[in-house]
């Protein structure tokens, strides 16, 4: 079965650190396009960051500078170490994996990051 | 960066069709995807390509393209249909979800 499952969320201090992990099953997710996207309370989704199968990363504007996204090949999970968080980074994370040109678009359960003094 | 607009709300009774529309400069060039979601439930893919359909996606959904606009439209929508659909489509790795859009139906 194709699964993704998020893990690392939590409550988080202004100005603190959090890493998301994102673990894979059923496919490789360095051949796909894997992306997180987030949604905070009563709001839209926003995407957050991508890296390409080819290893190229992207991020938005509102996250460029303190968040990274990576992948490692040999446990087939997506990370994102998320620093200096703000309290406009509270939201439920989602972890994606998709193909351009095709109906393969799978998503996490998502994990919640909360981040408050 | 750039922008997606869809309207925030539509309305519609059991049966009849339901048309979402999605609007952007980015979707004269660019495939544009089609995302319901539930409450608290992750997005789930109900079209792609502006138009192709994924596999176990009911055959009411269906979306079509013209300029700057896509359209994801609802033929025959049912009560499981209520949700909010997002589009999402990118320009020079910006990938961008529009505003959504919350569907009723009732």
């Known amino acids: 079965e194709v699964q993704l499952v998020e893990s690392g969320g939590g409550l988080i201090q202004p100005g603190g650190s959090l890493r998301l992990s994102c673990a894979a099953s059923?496919?490789?997710?360095?051949?796909?396009?894997v992306s997180w996207v987030r949604q905070a309370p009563g709001k839209g989704l926003e995407w957050v960051s991508i890296?390409?199968?080819?290893?190229?990363?992207y991020y938005a504007d509102s996250v460029k500078g303190r968040f990274t996204i990576s992948r490692d090949n040999s446990k087939n999970t997506l990370y994102l170490q998320m620093n200096s968080l703000r309290a406009e980074d509270t939201a439920v994370y989602y972890c994606?994996?998709?193909?351009?040109?095709?109906?393969?678009?799978?998503w996490g359960q998502g994990t919640t990051v909360t981040v408050s003094s | 960066s750039y922008e997606l607009t869809q309207p925030s709300s539509v309305s519609v009774s059991p049966g009849q069709t339901a048309r979402i529309t999605c609007s952007g400069d980015v979707l004269a060039k660019k495939y544009a995807r089609w995302f319901q979601q539930k409450p608290g439930q992750a997005p789930v893919l109900v079209i792609y390509k502006d138009s192709e359909r994924p596999s176990g996606i009911p055959e009411r959904f269906s979306g079509s393209s013209s300029g700057t606009t896509v359209t994801l439209t609802i033929s025959g929508a049912q009560v499981e249909d209520e949700a909010d659909y997002y589009c999402?489509?990118?320009?020079?790795?910006?990938?961008?979800f529009g505003g959504g859009t919350k569907l009723t139906v009732l």
């Open positions: 059923g496919f490789t997710v360095s051949n796909n396009y």
């Open positions: 994606r994996s998709w193909e351009l040109l095709s109906g393969m678009d799978v």
């Open positions: 999402y489509s990118a320009t020079d790795n910006n990938w961008v």
């Open positions: 890296i390409y199968s080819g290893g190229s990363t």
